[in-house]
């Protein structure tokens, strides 16, 4: 199980949740999934299939330009080199802010990121971020093991894609698994990622979002503790910067996860928690 976290100095605790469920009174009942790097939105597909047997719609578009299928990604990755965490945003703030009522929405590894960016702006009535990218400079992980090697020593390659061999998928994003799980979701779901995007969600140049916000949606942040990508220990600072904002934080952490954590065995736990946080805390009147 996870370790809840008080919301302390961060923020007021929301209400806590009720494990129901029925669609949440205040009319949310949209949910929108934001994937990560060397992923696409078909990670998710669990999760939609969990949300939409109890009722609620549930959009997971792939970034710009993951419009085709996961084999030709691979072996074309040309039209996604060039990506920018800006790109991202923006396609997605377009949807967001074209839906009523307001969305929850949840996202993982850099889509996590791209949540706190997107409440910042005022879209959404709830976020949660799964093992976040860090929306603030000055606040650089470790070296990505494995995972981030091959980027960071050949960094003239500013406008290529990364691809991540078997060996690197299990080492760094996905060591929960065991051999023959972690070789069905390489097969899966993997493909390259943009060098320049792998840099910016890394070393971010520059804060990305309002730490005191005011009037910002409530934000739940989830930590894994066995994540190499983005350690728990990142997001707990993240955490600990929204005290400026008298607005809702909370923090969770799963200390067995890594960072695969929404596709790992007992995604199921953390599917529902999510849903239900967002659901109990959405606010539809910002």
Known sequence: MGMPVPAGQAGRQGPVAS???DLHPNGTDTIVLIHGLWMTALIWEQWIARYRARGYRVLAPGWPGLDRGISELRRDPSRIARLRATDITAHYG???GGLSPAPALIGHCLGGLVVQILLDGGLGAAGVAINPAPPAARMLPPLMTGAGFPVLRSSARRHSAVTLTARQFRRALAGALDDQQAKTAYARYTIPAPSGLIRQAVFPGRTRVRFGNQARAPLLLIGGGKDRIFPAS???AS???YAR???TTCYREYPGRSHYTIGEPGWEH???YALRWAMDNARQDL
Do not use: F, N, P, V
């Open 270 to 272: 953390m599917a529902d």
């Open 234 to 236: 990142l997001t707990r």
């Open 94 to 96: 377009h949807l967001i």
């Open 19 to 21: 494990g129901a469920d």
């Open 239 to 241: 955490y600990r910067r």
């Open 245 to 247: 904002s008298a607005a």
